[in-house]
């Protein structure tokens, strides 16, 4: 029954990884943008949140307020930094990465630099028996909370004309405002969006997690791993590749402890050699 | 209606048009012929705003364009049929007429109108674009051009790899076109297809307009082909 339990965990990881992913894959995808900034926007959403509980002990509040202020500071960067730079990867992807250090920084400042774990809400800071043990309902919200939002994404992305101006866009961004569809207001909405995921997944993350110094760092480079497992531009990719690198990592740390991160590359190493654009990206 | 003054034209670090200056009044089909690589695509793309021009002047309905961003001289009221047709592979027939749909008031392109006009659409609306024939996406990047009711519609090489039948097609819809009284213009390859519809032709040849006359005048002169069209 403990595989139960592992498997939980491998999941719930997964979602925080689809969190953060989904906003990566759709710049991308849509912009062309490397944005080496997605982990600082979950590190910025954590402290925020932590700010938030700490002064109104509202986590429920910390999830509406960070996302939406890092989604301002992704707006912000789209719209007077990279939009200058458009389609010009190497002066964009530089950009990002020194919003990276800049946003690093300022944490630093403002938070100092010890790691910190959110607390949980009340709600949900006890646990349940499943199969003879007991299991955290938090790390069940968090599941909940995954399937939800990427449920609501895929309505979004398949059923809105937004939607579909946003794939005719991933698709041919060029022919798309050739035909009146005004694609800069796209970005600046995709970006919004991807800072405001990967946001909500700091807050969520943050009483797994949690935030400190380097966790930018490290929550981008597992992020990455998901889009180039899953495919770039996909949404479905994001998902697939969150729970597989989630379960990865999870049974990875379980059978192999002293390979932590060889159970993650290598099978990302052999997915590639098989599929180089990823399991549901396109050429 | 469309004025193209003395544009010049880069593309990537080379220049491609040196010069071009054209003119389509209401109503009017007009066709610009060539041989491959004079920069009759550079023009329809200078003209929709994806390469703008880097000097001289495009002004549509009396505005000036020449800098706009493609997505609002597109909203002024100029469709694109781009060269390749490029339907999104993401995107059903019926989501492609769904994204660029704009309906004014007595405006004659509805979603309706277009399946009359190409029922084979009509029976493949939830496919994605990339399923259907070359045929059946040219009507599609038709359709979807259209339904933003465009007051001009460029075609770029329209009937490039299609079947005689679908050209056949194809032809029909420039005649509603030109009943509707909706401006075209038309970059094509095919003589016999420009001698039939067009009202007017331009003959571009290294990045410069260097005739100009009427298609029936095109049809008798043997020097001009030869030397232009390689005909």
Known sequence: MIWIIHTLNGVSLGMLLFLLAAGLSLIYGLMKILNLTHGSYYLVGAYIGS??????????????????????LGVAMERFFLRRFHLDELPQTLLTFGFLFIIADLCLWIWGGDAILLPKPALFSTSIAIGGNFYPTYRLLLIVVGFAVAGVLWWFQEHTRIGAMLRAGVDDAETARALGIDVSLLFTVVFAVGAFLAALGGVLGGPIIGAS????????????????????????????????????????????????????????????????????GRA | MLVVEDIHVNYGPSQVLHGVTLEVNPGEVVAVMGRNGVGKSTLMRSIIGLTPARAGRIAFKGADVTKLPAHKIARLGIGYMPQGRRVFPS????????????????????FERMLELFPNLGERLEQSGSKLSGGEQTMLAAGRALVANPDLLLMDEPTEGLSPLMVRELGKLVGVLKDTGTPVLLVEQQLAFVLKYADRVYILSKGQVVHHCKPSELADDHDIKARYLGV
């Open chain 2, 91 to 110: 995107l059903t027939v019926r989501e492609h007429m769904q994204v660029t749909a704009h309906a004014r008031p007595g405006s004659p392109w509805t």
């Open chain 1, 213 to 280: 110094p380097g966790a930018d760092f490290d929550v981008m480079l597992l992020a990455f791993v998901v889009v180039i497992v899953g495919g770039l531009g996909s949404l479905r990719g994001a998902l697939v590749g969150g729970l597989l690198v989630g379960l990865l990592d999870n049974f990875g740390k379980i059978f192999f402890p002293e390979f932590a991160l060889f159970t993650i590359f290598v099978p990302m190493a052999i997915i590639l050699s098989f599929r180089p654009t990823g399991l549901f």
């Open chain 1, 51 to 72: 700010t938030v509980i700490e002064k109104t002990g509202s986590f429920a509040l910390a999830l509406i307020v960070a996302p939406l202020a890092v989604a301002l």
